[in-house]
């Protein structure tokens, strides 16, 4: 359920035309709906309802300021997974206490600059983070608060790019060598064990991996719980699915209902870190057409968006659906919608069913408001493109539209080059 609707044959924002907003801050653009992120963050939450849990938006997902702090003012945390994750959620006003840090990669400035902000608990991932995390601790003379990642080893049917909870990933401890782990966390001085923690993938459309999981998880707490240890946080981590084209993902009711029924007389507070469910339906790309060129085998919409902007169909062979932002009774033609970036990975859509799109036309590529604009870069030495809020009958530019200067800032020619 969002709100980018046609009213008349004009698609709209809430109660904006994009046609407007296109003229207003040109193309291409990423455009997201503020009732839409508001109604998906709240009945996420709300489906957990019962029992004490927190929502910790995963920001990779989409990480611009504004849409952190609309998440923060509705009661959630965040999940970071680097230093610069970090500062952008402190930026936005996020509560320390209620951000997780995740990764399997954590650098020991990251490490000292979390345990600065005082975070509410590092996902651990190895053994050797485990010493790692100890040592930064004890030379700044803090505590850290540590869960352990999981690794479940439970295969979560999705694209092999996005599957995390499986043996052969890198990610998590393995659940076998967890106990081992928890052990070496519990003798060392300057950690406290606060919880356990598993992510199992992005794009999971069933909610057995998660049921199954969690039985996982519980058994090992009762395990930990018997040697004493302490285990307040259950963090069953994002992966949620959303309809890109036929997908049919469960409900954020059922699937926590679900979680609930596993959970609700286990005594500890669930965390969840759900990123793509939140925000994916509730962001889109609007770009222009530039070009059409056929030949006899193939038709290609060349338009002024490409996979720098984003990159999922190129990247994971992704599905997004694309409109007419003005709808009319056209023949429907098969072609590629394809960049102005110079590989031929640079498409949009490959064999799709359009409309007959004509030069100057726009275009709304759905779903794009998770790893979109956070995944996007400057290859081909293309701006970044702008970020836009609507509500109600209101447009914020939430993002500007880069410009060259941005492209090379920092960038300096050494002396001798340009003394010859
Ligand atoms: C990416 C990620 C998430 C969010 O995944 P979604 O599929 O976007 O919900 C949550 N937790 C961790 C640790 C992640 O890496």
Request: glycine share 8%.
């Amino acid at each position: 359920m969002h709100y980018f609707e046609y009213k008349g044959n004009e698609l709209h924002c809430e109660g904006v035309p994009i046609k407007k907003i296109a003229e207003k801050v040109g193309t291409p653009f990423y455009l997201y709906s503020y009732k839409t992120l508001v109604r998906h963050f709240n009945v996420f939450n709300q489906a957990f309802e019962g029992i004490p849990h927190l929502v910790c938006y995963s920001m990779k997902a989409n990480s611009n300021l504004a849409l952190i702090r609309l998440f923060v003012n509705l009661g959630g945390g965040v999940d970071v997974v680097s230093g610069g994750e970090l500062y952008r959620a402190v930026q936005a006003g996020a509560d320390p206490q209620k951000i997780v840090f995740s990764g399997v990669g954590k650098k020991e400035d990251e490490i000292e600059y979390a345990l600065k902000a005082g975070i509410l608990m590092f996902n651990v991932e190895s053994s050797m983070e485990l010493q790692k995390i100890n040592e930064v601790a004890g030379r700044i003379n803090k505590k850290a608060p540590i869960s352990i990642r999981v690794n479940p080893d439970i295969d979560a049917k999705t694209h092999p790019y996005i599957t995390t909870g499986m043996k052969q990933n890198k990610f998590g401890i393995d659940i076998l060598r967890a106990p081992m782990a928890y052990r070496l966390a519990s003798e060392l001085p300057n950690l406290k064990i606060v919880g356990i923690d598993c992510h199992l993938g992005s794009q999971l459309v069933e909610v057995d991996p998660f049921v199954e999981a969690l039985r996982k998880l519980k058994q090992l707490i009762n395990d930990l719980r018997q040697q004493g240890m302490e285990v307040h946080y259950l963090d069953l981590g994002g992966g949620l699915g959303i309809t890109y084209s036929d997908e049919e993902p469960p409900h954020p009711y059922e699937y926590a209902s679900n979680i609930l029924e596993e959970i609700r007389s286990f005594d500890c507070t669930l965390i969840l870190e759900p990123g793509r469910v939140i925000v994916g339906n509730a962001g889109i790309l609007v770009s222009k057409v530039l070009y059409i060129k056929e030949n006899e085998e193939k038709r290609f919409v060349i338009v002024d968006a490409a996979m720098n902007d984003l990159v999922r169909p190129s990247y994971y062979g992704s599905f997004h659906q694309i409109l007419p932002v003005q709808e009319g009774g056209r023949e429907e033609i098969v072609a590629d919608v394809v960049g102005p970036v110079c590989e031929s990975a640079d498409f949009l859509a490959k064999g799709r069913k359009i409309p007959r799109l004509n030069p100057g036309e726009l275009i709304a590529i759905m779903s794009a408001g998770a790893y979109g604009f956070s995944m996007s870069t400057n290859y081909n030495s293309r701006p970044r493109v702008a970020e836009i809020l609507v509500r109600d009958e209101e447009i914020y530019v939430i993002r500007k539209r880069e410009e060259y200067e941005d492209l090379i800032r920092g960038e300096t020619i050494p002396d001798f080059l340009t003394h010859s």
